[in-house]
């Protein structure tokens, strides 16, 4: 029997994915945005907010639906099947889950709002993601000077949407009261002084990664009133939840690509037969259903572990759904790609936008080798 926390997460399901057939297709978002550095449109991030899934991972008193991991799980997969190109992952996720846990004051209070009403879009500056490995943000530092306000010094790579992304928030090393550097969490205005974008190529449109370069730019402390270890739980659990609703999208796009290579093989006819009815493309098949099962069983262990406190249990979960991720997912674009044969290298057939989104998807929370040698310190941590 479907318990109410499967329910929510089936209505929620339902909801987004009836949208965006409706209002983001492939057709009518995924293409024409795919060389738009903002990923949506203003009517757009509108229509999530009304839908309540940019607040999905806010608390009810910071204007969001107070949802878990998992909730956000199911959005992001809804959003891999769309081939939705805005920064849901970078600002519902990233960003929101990490402002969700700080402190509560008047900053928080009204980024919280205005990320929950789609007014505002926020990215999470941080290296960690990239890597895998959440550890004290040092590569970038805050310092006060003399009479002056709070500024920050460094740079961060591979930070998502940060081109168009109204506010910054930004882990960093805390010099401005003097002595010893503490762990601190910052937002920074996009349009900051001292405040350098330089975006990356990228294969998939949807992650817009940049490195941010930090000159002296004024900064707005958030977590002063937390302890280091606090805000270190919070970076930590951000990260490990963001990796692994990445997964999730990626769970979603390939469960999609199977179903379009699926319905191919169905109608697709050679030697007087459907191609499905050859044994060799039934293997491909199967072997890409399988990959996706034992990815989506992963991603669901990972992301349920964000919400039980156990930081070992929940960053062990996360990286192994992030190698698997990072096996899988190129697999099942060539996959999908070998099926389709020519056509699926069209750039006026579908298949080849989900090749790119598995491969950018597939090392979004870091490669197999780097989360394999995540688990294994893990383990011997644990030992």
């Known amino acids: 029997m479907p318990t109410p926390a499967h329910e929510s997460r089936d209505l929620l399901r339902d909801s ?11 057709a009518t978002c995924a293409r024409p945005l795919f060389d738009d550095p903002r990923g949506t449109t203003p009517t757009l991030w509108r229509g999530l907010a009304e839908l309540g899934v940019l607040g999905v991972l806010l608390p009810t008193d910071m204007g969001g639906a107070g949802l878990d991991a998992a909730h ?15 920064p849901f992952l970078a600002s519902a996720v990233a960003a929101s889950a990490l402002l969700g846990t700080l402190a509560r004051n008047d900053e928080t209070q009204r980024l919280g709002f205005a990320l929950a009403r789609g007014e505002q879009v926020a990215t999470l500056a941080s290296d960690a993601p990239a890597t895998g490995y959440p550890t004290p943000e040092a ?18 790579s591979l930070v998502a949407f940060a081109e168009t992304a109204d506010v910054l928030l930004v882990p960093a090393a805390d010099e401005s009261a003097g002595g010893a550097a503490r762990p601190n969490v910052f937002a920074v205005e996009r349009r900051a002084a001292g405040l350098g974008v330089e975006p990356a190529e990228c294969l998939d449109p949807a992650r817009r990664p940049a490195t941010v ?8 402390p958030l977590a002063s ?6 805000i270190l739980a919070a970076t930590s659990r951000a990260v490990d939840l963001a990796a692994a609703a990445a997964v999730a999208d990626g769970v979603g796009a390939a469960q999609r690509a199977f179903e379009l290579a699926l319905d191919w093989a169905r109608v697709r006819h050679q030697f007087g037969r459907p191609i499905g009815s050859f044994q060799a493309v039934q ?14 069983a992963a991603t669901d262990e990972a992301l349920t572990a964000c919400d039980r406190g156990d930081a070992a249990a929940r960053a062990h979960a996360t990286a192994v759904a992030a190698a698997a991720a990072a096996h899988s997912l190129p697999e099942i674009g060539a996959t999908v ?3 389709f044969g020519g056509i699926g290298y069209t ?19 870091g490669t197999e080798g780097q989360n394999l040698d995540r688990v294994e310190a893990l383990l011997f941590d644990q030992a």
């Open 337 to 339: 790609i070998q099926i």
């Open 139 to 156: 590569s970038v530092r805050a310092r006060r000077a003399e009479k002056g306000p709070i500024t920050l010094t460094g740079h961060r």
């Open 72 to 86: 956000a799980g199911v959005a992001c997969e809804e959003m891999g099947r769309a081939l939705f190109p805005g």
């Open 347 to 365: 750039w006026e057939h579908d298949a080849h936008l989900f090749y790119r989104r598995l491969l950018g998807t597939s090392v979004s929370a």
């Open 213 to 220: 370069i930090f000159a002296n730019t004024p900064a707005l």
């Open 16 to 26: 987004l994915r009836r949208f965006l057939a409706a209002e983001a297709s492939i």
């Open 225 to 230: 009133d937390m302890t280091a270890a606090g």
């Open 283 to 296: 293997h491909l098949l199967v072997d890409m259903l399988t990959e996706i099962s034992l990815l989506r």
